[in-house]
């Protein structure tokens, strides 16, 4: 059964302090990882795909990379408008679905 | 791009009616819709996979009768929750594959139901 877990479930950070997420995964084949971003009350936002492992994706702040059995999403020196909910999935080579994490919470404060 | 859109976005309904949620692709075809289920401070949890023009794949433990998918076109999915109880009160969000890759799923904006 295709499991992913995220830690920490909660992170508070001042604003400029620089922090990783963990996302580690189990899967039988890894078709894709994704990073989505949920704000209160809204739906996820997408940010990147992964495919391989060695791979790295950036986006302003955000940077993701990719092992074969985590993954990590650095933010660089954030700011309070990166606080959210950042979710982790992944889908099976062998079933077009999503298997999400639980997310973790960030809080930046200024 | 790969905008999708839910309408409406938070309905209160009383104990056994029933509730419909659009979720309509704005600018590109979806050939396959998902629903997903969020409850407070928890992930999303997958209800059911609809591919246009066939009928929706739920998961294990979503009842099919309760939950009615119907994905008529390929920019338009419904999910109707018949005989709603307080306990089907939730964040119900859908989401779209365009048609050509890439095949990241794109999330709308989610619909709160409360049932009371």
């Known amino acids: 059964e295709d499991q992913v877990t995220q830690s920490p479930e909660a992170l508070r950070l001042q604003e400029g302090e620089s922090s990783s997420l963990n996302c580690s995964y189990t899967?039988?084949?890894?078709?894709?990882l994704f990073w989505y971003r949920q704000d209160p009350g809204k739906g996820p936002e997408f940010l990147f795909t992964?495919?391989?492992a060695g791979e790295e994706k950036e986006k302003e702040r955000l940077k993701a990379t990719l092992t074969k059995k985590e993954s990590f999403l650095h933010i660089t020196a954030p700011k309070p408008e990166d606080s959210a909910t950042y979710l982790c999935?992944?889908?099976?080579?062998?079933?077009?679905?999503?298997?999400f994490g639980t997310g973790t919470r960030l809080l930046v404060s200024p | 791009g790969a905008v999708v859109s839910q309408h409406p976005s938070w309905v209160i309904c009383k104990s056994g009616t029933s509730v419909k949620i659009e979720c309509r692709s704005l600018?590109?075809?979806?050939?396959?819709m998902f629903w997903y289920r969020q409850f407070p401070k928890q992930s999303l949890m997958l209800m059911a996979t609809?591919?246009?023009?066939?009928?929706?794949?739920?998961e294990q433990g979503v009842e099919k009768d309760k939950f009615l998918i119907n994905h008529a076109s390929l920019t338009l999915s419904t999910l109707t929750v018949t005989s709603a109880h307080p306990e089907d009160s939730s964040f119900y969000i859908c989401?779209?594959?365009?048609?050509?890759?890439?095949?990241?799923?794109?999330f709308g904006p989610g619909t709160r139901l409360t049932v009371t």
């Open positions: 609809s591919n246009e023009g066939s009928k929706a794949t739920y």
């Open positions: 989401s779209a594959i365009p048609g050509r890759g890439p095949y990241e799923q794109y």
């Open positions: 899967v039988s084949g890894l078709r894709g």
């Open positions: 999935a992944v889908e099976d080579t062998g079933f077009q679905k999503l298997v």
């Open positions: 600018d590109f075809q979806a050939t396959t």
């Open positions: 992964l495919y391989s």
